[in-house]
């Protein structure tokens, strides 16, 4: 065999040995820096089911990505803080979950870093995206439907409270931006369901009391407690230790009511939109623009029922919500 031809075959060995080395020196080296961003300590299973989507989309921990955590206990001011220090880091995407506050803050601190919204209850009107299929601007994420799914919260406790004429709806009127829709679509429901709506307002823990006994007073023969992450998610214990106490059945935006007491509750799953969001982070960290990614609306709702609660006012549970219910508390 000529020489020329050896060294031929020995240079093109070594080239294909040395391919795979080449490739895995241009791999991105990057690590991406995600930043969460709650306005309470992480719900359970929500933090999980975030890592868990980006999981399902190839990414591994510590080795595509870290993720900065931070949470406010409610505290408004505190969120904007917590905002501003992940900006500042800076993170790569900006994921805010827990509400109003949450994501405002989210807004005010960039307006550059592409933030996801975790179940926002009404984007639009809020004003954070122009519109749910184009969102504009850095902003993107899942929604809630919370101003739709009250009619479905108002028909559940119809059901269960079937000779009630008055409910009363429990609103912060510091959000009256916000809830003026859903107070509207409630009406529009009650109408159908031939009810009257009794709207008692709440801005302070201290009103709690007061509220009640006007609702009794009334003659209000149920309760529809608002979604509130700054007033009544703060003081569940108190708001479901009144409910019982006046014997007032109650439906509730989330599910850590009727874990505290409360008789039930109908909302989305804020896991699976946790989930959800690894979608965004996904096509934004491959080069998509959050305004080109349209905003997603909840697909899961769970829907919980506190028996012993229903018991103790004395209420006997359609046997049908009890079959379809996702969780009978006992």
């Given at each position: 065999?000529r020489?020329h031809?050896v ?5 093109l060995?070594?080239?294909?040995l040395?391919?795979?080395l080449?490739?895995?020196a241009q ?5 991406f820096r995600?930043g969460?961003?709650?306005?309470s300590?992480p719900?359970?299973g929500t ?7 980006l999981r399902?989309f ?8 870290v ?8 505290s ?7 905002a501003?220090e992940?900006?500042?880091l800076p ?20 307006r550059?870093?592409p933030?996801v919204?975790v179940?926002?209850s009404d ?5 954070f995206?122009a ?16 101003a739709?799914?009250?009619g479905?919260r108002?028909e559940?406790?119809?059901?269960v409270?079937p ?5 009363a709806?429990?609103?912060?009127p510091?959000?009256a931006?916000?809830?003026q ?7 529009a429901a009650?109408r ?5 709506l ?8 201290d009103e ?11 003659g ?11 007033v ?5 214990g108190d ?11 109650a439906i509730y935006?989330?599910r850590w009511?009727p874990e505290?007491?409360?008789l039930?509750?109908?909302?989305p799953?804020?896991p699976?939109?946790?989930?959800r969001?690894?979608y ?6 491959q080069g998509?623009?959050?305004?080109d ?5 909840a697909?899961?709702?769970e829907?919980?029922?506190n028996?012993?609660?229903a018991q103790?006012?004395g209420?006997?549970m359609p046997?049908?919500?009890l079959m379809v219910?996702d969780?009978v508390l006992?």
């Amino acid at each position: 065999m000529r020489l020329h031809s050896v060294r031929g075959m020995v240079t093109l060995a070594l080239a294909l040995l040395l391919a795979p080395l080449a490739t895995d020196a241009q791999q991105p080296t990057k690590v991406f820096r995600l930043g969460l961003l709650y306005g309470s300590s992480p719900l359970p299973g929500t933090a999980e089911a975030f890592r868990q989507g980006l999981r399902e989309f190839g990414y591994v921990e510590g080795q595509h990505f870290v993720i900065e955590q931070r949470w406010a206990e409610r505290s408004e001011e505190r969120l904007r803080e917590l905002a501003t220090e992940l900006v500042q880091l800076p993170v790569d995407v900006l994921v805010a979950q827990g509400g109003l506050y949450t994501l405002r803050a989210a807004k005010d601190a960039t307006r550059t870093i592409p933030i996801v919204m975790v179940g926002a209850s009404d984007p639009v009107g809020q004003g954070f995206v122009a519109s749910l299929a184009h969102p504009g601007g850095n902003i993107t994420g899942t929604s809630s439907l919370q101003a739709d799914v009250d009619g479905k919260r108002l028909e559940l406790l119809k059901e269960v409270v079937p000779h009630a004429s008055r409910i009363a709806v429990l609103v912060n009127p510091a959000l009256a931006t916000i809830q003026q829709r859903r107070v509207d679509n409630l009406v529009a429901a009650s109408r159908l369901l031939g009810v009257e709506l009794q709207v008692v307002e709440v801005r302070r823990a201290d009103e709690f009391a007061g509220a009640f006994a006007a609702m009794r007073t009334a003659g209000a023969g149920a309760l529809l407690v608002m979604t509130d992450p700054l007033v009544f998610d703060r003081h569940v214990g108190d708001m479901t230790a009144l409910a019982r106490q006046h014997q007032v059945p109650a439906i509730y935006p989330w599910r850590w009511f009727p874990e505290a007491g409360g008789l039930m509750s109908y909302a989305p799953n804020l896991p699976d939109m946790s989930r959800r969001a690894a979608y965004y982070v996904d096509r934004i960290l491959q080069g998509t623009k959050p305004a080109d990614l349209p905003v997603e609306q909840a697909s899961k709702f769970e829907f919980v029922i506190n028996l012993k609660t229903a018991q103790a006012l004395g209420l006997t549970m359609p046997p049908h919500l009890l079959m379809v219910a996702d969780e009978v508390l006992k």
